[in-house]
């Protein structure tokens, strides 16, 4: 599973990075949620502690957040596009 479907859209947890000024940028495991496939709209303030309905439930958000490392990183400042590190990043 690399998505759960939560009325009608799916999400997933992704790494997303965001620059707070010219020398600090910070990463986080965030939701991106997406329409079609397609991201359009993500959860900047997730808590990685979450609440279900069942152990299995919370296997398979732990099996989600370990996804997140190995897609590309999202640029928070330029959603939904990939952050692309450069000298000046």
């Not at 000024?21 to 079609?36: C, G, L, Q």
């Not at 997730?46 to 999202?74: D, M």
């Not at 400042?77 to 990043?89: G, L, R, Y």
């Amino acid at each position: 599973m690399t998505e759960i479907k939560i009325k009608g859209r799916t999400f997933n947890y992704r790494i997303g990075t965001k620059k707070y000024d010219e020398n600090e940028r910070w990463f986080d495991i965030i939701e991106v949620y997406y329409t079609d496939g397609i991201p359009t709209d993500y959860v900047e303030d997730t808590r990685v502690c979450y609440r279900c309905e069942s152990v299995a439930a919370i296997k398979e958000h732990n099996a989600l957040l370990i996804q997140a490392y190995f897609k590309p990183i999202i640029d928070l400042d330029d959603f939904p596009n990939e952050f692309t590190e450069t000298i000046d990043s």
